[in-house]
C-alpha cells in the first residue's frame, strides 16, 4: 500500500500566509494612528501655544451689553461647583465709573493687579488712553499718573511751539493755529488732571481663582470681570476694556484728524500717542485718543514689560522684584 502524501508543508503554508497578514494588519494600523496624530498635532497649536495672541475684551461692532452678559457667564462656568477646578486666571475687570487711585485696594482685595488703564473724562474732547504696570496699590498708579502728567506738559509744550510756527493770515493758517490751541489746551488739561490724581481709573487686569474673581465681581463700582484662562503672557495679550460710559454698540475708532502746516503742506495727528514712562521706569504705550464714544485703541504690552503679579496684598510682597 502506498504511503500517504505528507501534510506540513500545507500546513506551513497557511500559517505563513496568516502571519503575513497579521503583519500587515498591525502596519496598517499604525500608519492610521500616526496620520491621526499628525493631524490632531496640526489642528492644535491654535488652543495649546502658549505664544499665541489673544484678545481680550470688547470689539467693535459688538453690543455691549452682549459683551457684559458673555463675561458673567463665562465666570458663571469657572466658578460653577460641577465644573473642573481652576486655578489662578487671568482677567479684565473694568469699572462702572472713573476712580481715584486710592480706591483700588478695596475694589480689587483679594486679587492680584497687574495693570490698570486710566482716561481723563473731559467732556467733548479727545484723551488718551494710559495702561500703568502696577506692583503696589494705589502707590504705583500715582506715580504712573504723574508719569503721564509730564508728557502731556511736553505735548502741550510742542503744539504750542507748532502753533506759533504757523505764518500768514489765510483761512488755512486760522484753522491750523486753532487746532494746535484746541491740542494744546487738551494736553494741559490732562497733565492738570492727573498731577492732582484726578479719578481716572476704569479698568485693571488682575489675576486670582474664580471664586475670588467672582467676589471681585459682586463688588459695587465693578461692572464686570471678564475671566480669560487662556491668557498665558501679557505682552502676548491685547485688553480692550469698556469704557464706563460706552453702552449699545461699540462704533468704529476715529482716525484722528490731521492739522495742516500751510507753510510747507505737512500735517501732524491731532493729539498723537506717545510713549510714557511708568512709575518703575518700564514703557507704556500710550494708546490712540478715545472720546465718549469710541472704544480704546488695542493695548500692545512693550516686549520688556513684566508679566509677574505682585500688586496689593502682602502675600505677594515676595514676588516683587530686588531694586538693582
Do not use: K
Amino acid at each position: 500500500m502506498p504511503a500517504e502524501p505528507v501534510r506540513e508543508p500545507v500546513v506551513g503554508a497557511v500559517a505563513l500566509r496568516a502571519v503575513i497578514g497579521l503583519a500587515v494588519v498591525s502596519s496598517f494600523a499604525l500608519l492610521l494612528a500616526a496620520i491621526w496624530a499628525s493631524r490632531r498635532d496640526d489642528a492644535e497649536p491654535a488652543r495649546t501655544d502658549p505664544g499665541a495672541f489673544v484678545q481680550v475684551g470688547v470689539v467693535q461692532g459688538q453690543a455691549v451689553s452682549g459683551y457684559l452678559r458673555n463675561s458673567r457667564s463665562e465666570l458663571a462656568a469657572l466658578t460653577d461647583p460641577a465644573a473642573p477646578p481652576a486655578g489662578d486666571t487671568w482677567a479684565l475687570a473694568s469699572l462702572d465709573r472713573y476712580v481715584m487711585p486710592g480706591a483700588l485696594p478695596g475694589l480689587f482685595d483679594g486679587a492680584a493687579v497687574a495693570q490698570v488703564y486710566t482716561r481723563v473724562p473731559l467732556v467733548g474732547r479727545h484723551t488718551q488712553v494710559v495702561r500703568i504696570p502696577v506692583y503696589r496699590l494705589p502707590a504705583d498708579v500715582m506715580s504712573g499718573m504723574l508719569d503721564a502728567a509730564l508728557q502731556r506738559d511736553r505735548e502741550r509744550a510742542e503744539y504750542e511751539q507748532l502753533g506759533r510756527r504757523v505764518i500768514g493770515d489765510g483761512p488755512n493758517a486760522e484753522r491750523a493755529r486753532e487746532a494746535y490751541r484746541s491740542a494744546a489746551a487738551t494736553a494741559g488739561a490732562e497733565a492738570d488732571a492727573y498731577r492732582s490724581g484726578c479719578a481716572c481709573v476704569f479698568a485693571a487686569v488682575v489675576r486670582a481663582a474664580p471664586a475670588a474673581l467672582q467676589v471681585v465681581a459682586d463688588r459695587p463700582g465693578v461692572r464686570v470681570v471678564d475671566p480669560a484662562p487662556e491668557v498665558r503672557q501679557l505682552d502676548r495679550t491685547e485688553f480692550r476694556p469698556p469704557l464706563p460710559e460706552q453702552d449699545g454698540t461699540i462704533p468704529a475708532e476715529p482716525s484722528g484728524s490731521p492739522i495742516p502746516v500751510p507753510n510747507d503742506g505737512s500735517a501732524i495727528a491731532s493729539r498723537t500717542p506717545s510713549p510714557i514712562l511708568s512709575s518703575p521706569g518700564l514703557p507704556v504705550t500710550s494708546d490712540s485718543p478715545a472720546s465718549l464714544d469710541p472704544l480704546p485703541d488695542p493695548s500692545a504690552a512693550a516686549p520688556e514689560e513684566r508679566t509677574a503679579v505682585p500688586s496689593g496684598t502682602e502675600a505677594s510682597a515676595a514676588q516683587r522684584p530686588t531694586s538693582s
